[in-house]
Nanobody, 119 residues
């Protein structure tokens, strides 16, 4: 069984910073892509950042230049450094891992962590 556990969410003022972390554990043979998604109230879940196994990254246009995602392949973790936060960044942030557990390739989700940007 594979588990993804996020941490680091919270309340921050506009212009502030937060760092999210996600750790994958369990039966993991190989992790291909680790991603961060977010879902604001009344909106669809959207991709924020994607990190390949070689730490190649892609970002949503709305976060480019403000957010930085990175992986530690040895620890099966991915982080999201969020700077210059805006109220519109308020959402539940989810970690996603596209991985092979030794039998099957599948995508797994974390439980989500709330990020609230407000003064």
């Amino acid at each position: 069984q594979v588990q993804l556990v996020e941490s680091g969410g919270g309340l921050v003022q506009p212009g502030g910073s937060l760092r999210l972390s996600c750790a994958a554990s369990g039966s993991i043979f190989s992790i291909y892509v680790m991603s961060w998604y977010r879902q604001a109230p009344g909106k669809q879940r959207e991709l924020v950042a994607r990190v390949s196994s070689t730490n190649s990254t892609n970002y949503a246009d709305s976060v480019k230049g403000r957010f930085t995602a990175s992986r530690d392949n040895a620890k099966n973790t991915v982080s999201l450094q969020m700077n210059s936060l805006k109220p519109e960044d308020t959402a539940v942030y989810y970690c996603n891992a596209d991985l092979h557990d030794g039998r099957f390739r599948a995508a797994y989700w974390g439980q989500g962590t709330q990020v609230t940007v407000s003064s």
